[in-house]
T-cell receptor
Framework: DVKVTQSSRYLVKRTGEKVFLECVQD?????MFWYRQDPGLGLRLIYF???????EKGDIPEGYSVSREKKERFSLILESASTNQTSMYLC????????????FGPGTRLTVL | AQTVTQSQPEMSVQEAETVTLSCTYD???????LFWYKQPPSRQMILVIR??????QNATENRFSVNFQKAAKSFSLKISDSQLGDAAMYFC????????????????FGGGTRVLVKP
């Protein structure tokens, strides 16, 4: 059974804190993604990675960075959290070839106070 | 850039009846893929159904079917014989068919439609 896991379901942080969100997949997928989900806006891509140590900006990368040191792990970093980064964060993984689906993690609901 | 629009923020359906969710998209590409994802409350997003743009036949998965109108750039989802377990957020998504490694296979999502199922 395919699996994408995220380090936390709920997280509360203070403004200015450095925040790490981690994602692990066990399907040997080349591609991994971080999305942000907000009501009425759907999912918006923050960053993605198509290989170890490779990363590409998505549609809303400002205020975020990522790290992919191992194929199965993709981390999202908020260098200095702000209240407008309060949101649901979803990690996903998938393969490049064909029209294969992306597999999603359970999400991390982050609140920045 | 591609955009995906879901014009219905919320839809309500009686159990055992049919509901249709709308999705339109904008693209200049001729080959692409379209998806419907389901996100149940507090549960993981899962794929419901997918369609390849070059296939004229509409995809069907059990009680879920799509109406794909390429010229109109429309991709609606029909849920037949609705069940309580169908209650969820539904997202329409677009993906280019171009196999460019640095482009990944990233999805562009619509804003979502919440489906409520009344017993």
């Amino acid at each position: 059974d395919v699996k994408v896991t995220q380090s936390s379901r709920y997280l509360v942080k203070r403004t200015g804190e450095k925040v790490f969100l981690e994602c692990v997949q066990d399907m040997d997928h080349e591609n991994m993604f971080w999305y942000r989900q907000d009501p009425g806006l759907g999912l918006r891509l923050i960053y993605f990675s198509y290989d170890v140590k490779m990363k590409e900006k998505g549609d809303i990368p400002e205020g975020y960075s990522v790290s992919r040191e191992k194929k199965e792990r993709f981390s999202l970093i908020l260098e200095s959290a702000s209240t407008n980064q309060t949101s649901m964060y979803l990690c996903a993984s998938g393969v490049l070839v064909g029209y294969n689906e992306q597999f999603f993690g359970p999400g991390t609901r982050l609140t920045v106070l | 850039a591609q955009t995906v629009t879901q014009s219905q923020p919320e839809m309500s359906v009686q159990e055992a009846e049919t509901v249709t969710l709308s999705c339109t998209y904008d693209t200049s590409e001729s080959d692409y893929y379209l998806f419907w994802y389901k996100q149940p409350p507090s549960r993981q997003m899962i794929l419901v159904i997918r369609q390849e743009a070059y296939k004229q036949q509409n995809a069907t998965e059990n009680r879920f079917s799509v109406n794909f109108q390429k010229a109109a750039k429309s991709f609606s989802l029909k849920i037949s014989d609705s069940q309580l377990g169908d209650a969820a957020m539904y997202f329409c998504a677009y993906r280019s068919a171009l196999m460019i490694k640095a482009a990944g296979n990233k999805l562009t999502f619509g804003g979502g439609t919440r489906v409520l199922v009344k017993p």
